[in-house]
Each structure stands twice: as C-alpha cells, then as structure tokens.
T-cell receptor
Framework: SQQGEEDPQALSIQEGENATMNCSYK?????LQWYRQNSGRGLVHLIL?????REKHSGRLRVTLDTSKKSSSLLITASRAADTASYFC?????????FGAGTRLTVKP | GAVVSQHPSWVICKSGTSVKIECRSL??????MFWYRQFPKQSLMLMAT?????????EQGVEKDKFLINHASLTLSTLTVTSAHPEDSSFYIC?????????????FGSGTRLTVV
C-alpha cells in the first residue's frame, strides 16, 4: 500500500523558475527519500534525509523534513527542461519502503 | 556506485504463459530485494520483499502462487508471472540497497514492461 500523499499531483512551470513538491506520510520513519522517474524508466535516487535531520541540500535540490507534521518538501531551484519527470517521495522504516503518489513536473523551455 | 540490472526491459507474451524477470545487483550483495508494480501514471506499489535463502514476504492482496519470487543468491532475484493474463500487464521494477551505501538510498532496476496479449 502507498504511504502518503504528494501535492501537487501535477506541476507545470517555466524554465528558470523554482518547483516545490510536498509529501505527507502517516507512520514512523527512519528516513525519507526522494526519487525521480522519467517516463517508462526506473527510478533514480535524488536525496535521503534522516528522521533526525530537518534540511538537506544537494546541488539545486533542497529537501526539508518536519516529523511533527509528518511532511517533507522538495525544492528544485532554477529548473531546466531536463528536470521534466515524475518525482516520488518514499518513506523508509526498518527496510520497509513505501512510495507517495508522485508529482508530475513539466518544465517548459 | 551501486548498480541493479533488470532484464528483460520489455516483454510481450500470450495469455496463459509464464514470464520470468531477473533482477541482479552487479557490484554489491543484496540479502533483500524488493519488487514493485506500477500502472500508468501511478505510483509504485510494493508487491513483495525477496529474501536470499528464504521465502519472500508478499504484500496483502498479492497472489504468491501467481507471482513467484526466487532469491537463490546474494546477487539475483527473479519474479515469475505465472499464467499471465492481460490484467497483469504493467511495469515491474525491482530494487535493492547496497549495505555499504545506506545513505544513498535504494537502487532501482530500469524496469520491465510486461504486455500480455
């Protein structure tokens, strides 16, 4: 079963703008991960944030985690057309990983 | 980095036949592998957890007799869809985690698109 919700379900922005995706979950976690999936392909790991961390950066990616609200956000700054993909959050608890519904991001050139 | 190879990338089979999908960890040993199913424009749904040397753990609602999982070695897990029907058509993805690279998350195979005609 899926773990939680992501919003928005779809997001369309212009190149150069920032994209923010949110993820809410329901249970305890050891860590939360964000993945990217191009259409019809496998998933690529983007970033992992542990339950005791609040914010993490990797290049143009910024992830926040609020365990009190059971929510996380992924910010992609200065978006590019190549960032067009589906983005999924996944919660990991004792090796049990569950995915959110995903956000389909379209970046227009 | 950790690499997971999944084969085949796509397969078309006739209704009633069986299809085997392989998932290999190329540069690490994986005692546990995971099998997911994804329908178009939907998220990944965990089907089962494959454990090396023991029986797989199936999620509720997943038929273990239909989706046979074998994890005979530390680098190979297979998913066999038995007596496939058109409703089994889907995108199947495996994943594993390199125990030496836990902070890098899970590595996914490239997926197998199964079409049952």
């Amino acid at each position: 079963s899926q773990q939680g919700e992501e919003d928005p379900q779809a997001l369309s922005i212009q190149e150069g703008e920032n994209a923010t995706m949110n993820c809410s979950y329901k249970t305890s976690i050891n860590n939360l991960q964000w993945y990217r999936q191009n259409s019809g392909r496998g998933l690529v790991h983007l970033i992992l944030i542990r339950s005791n961390e609040r914010e993490k950066h990797s290049g143009r990616l910024r992830v926040t985690l609020d365990t009190s609200k059971k929510s996380s956000s992924l910010l992609i700054t200065a978006s590019r057309a190549a960032d067009t993909a589906s983005y999924f959050c996944a919660t990991d608890y004792n090796n049990d990983m569950r995915f959110g519904a995903g956000t389909r991001l379209t970046v227009k050139p | 980095g950790a690499v997971v190879s999944q084969h085949p990338s796509w397969v078309i089979c006739k209704s009633g036949t069986s299809v085997k999908i392989e998932c290999r960890s190329l540069d690490f040993q994986a005692t546990t592998m995971f099998w997911y199913r994804q329908f178009p424009k939907q998220s990944l749904m965990l089907m089962a957890t494959s454990n090396e040397g023991s029986k797989a753990t199936y999620e509720q609602g997943v038929e273990k007799d239909k989706f046979l999982i074998n994890h005979a070695s530390l680098t190979l897990s297979t998913l066999t869809v038995t007596s496939a029907h058109p409703e089994d058509s889907s995108f199947y993805i495996c994943s594993a985690r390199d125990p030496g690279r836990v902070s890098y998350g899970y590595t996914f195979g490239s997926g197998t698109r199964l079409t049952v005609v």
